[in-house]
């Protein structure tokens, strides 16, 4: 993963010297400071944890995880930078410790809870998650899963990201996110449109948000929520930081101002509102 075009890509973009994880570490915190500090739209940033592949009986199969970013290390720059970070665990709910390991997290200021079931393996739509999916509704902790294909990191059964699988953890009553604007990722065919409308109307706990929106492959569903306004009220702001936000979609709707922004927290905020969509902070969850 990290010889991957990608991951050298991006090691270039921000000084990222793999060598040297601490250092990587501090520099990536630091350079997403920045960014903060001088975005116009952003103040506050949720960082996002990622847990790994767990097998059979619930233990941490190392050899099938390629990326892990503990909750301890978001939850304490959340903590050590509270006006800039929010924490954004991950918790991969076939770990034997999940229901604990939220109780955990949530003690410790947790925002949300972030599954990317294509990396980690499991089948969110599973019966025996449902205690967990419990545990996330009594907390009211919002669930921010990824949605379609996944292709940044390894993804094993790219099924797992179907929109439907989520539905347990609606009728669960758990707050839901689908990452991405419920995009399947495939560049034009976005079969699950259908079911974020349908979704919207059945269940007012149930959001998207726009991260990645503006990369070639999930770039139609920002000309579907265009066409439907009534979605708006259900979208989140996200940008998918560190992957790029592209200037693109602007173009003829004051795409010389988008490419004048200098951070992508602002090019995010106004690729959005050049198209005309609208969105929600993410505080706005931890309201209700």
């Not at 949530?106 to 294509?118: C, D, F, S, T, W």
Request: with cysteine; proline share 5%.
């Amino acid at each position: 993963m990290l010889r991957s075009l990608l991951f050298r890509l991006l090691a270039w973009r921000y000084g990222l010297d793999f060598s040297r994880p601490d250092a990587a570490n501090a520099t990536y915190i630091n350079h997403l400071l920045n960014q903060l500090e001088r975005s116009q739209k952003v103040g506050r940033a949720v960082l996002l944890a990622m847990d790994g592949v767990y097998d059979s009986q619930g233990r941490l199969d190392r050899d099938a995880t390629h990326f892990l970013i503990s909750n301890r290390s978001v939850l304490e720059a959340a903590k050590r930078y509270p006006d800039r970070f929010l924490g954004g665990v991950s918790i991969n709910p076939q770990r034997s410790d999940a229901v604990d390991e939220l109780e955990r997290c949530i003690e410790a200021g947790a925002a949300l809870v972030k599954i990317l079931p294509n990396a980690q393996h499991f089948d969110p739509a599973e019966k025996r998650y449902e205690p967990f999916y419990r545990a996330l509704a009594r907390h009211r902790v919002p669930l921010l899963s990824h949605i379609g294909y996944e292709f940044s990191l390894i993804g094993k059964d790219q099924s797992a990201g179907d929109l439907r699988k989520l539905e347990l953890a609606l009728e669960a009553g758990v707050r839901v996110i689908g990452a991405h604007g419920c995009s399947q990722g495939l560049f034009f065919p976005e079969p699950y449109f259908k079911v974020f409308l349908e979704y919207t109307r059945r269940y007012p706990h149930f959001y998207a948000d726009t991260s990645a929106l503006t990369l070639p492959n999930r770039v139609r569903m920002l000309a579907l929520l265009r066409r439907y306004p009534e979605l708006h009220e259900r979208l989140i702001f996200g940008t998918d930081y560190p992957l790029p936000v592209l200037s693109y979609p602007s173009v003829g709707r004051g795409y010389w101002k988008v490419v004048a922004a200098t951070t992508a927290f602002d090019r995010q905020a106004l690729v959005l509102e050049t198209l005309g969509i609208a969105y929600n902070d993410f505080s706005l969850l931890l309201k209700e």
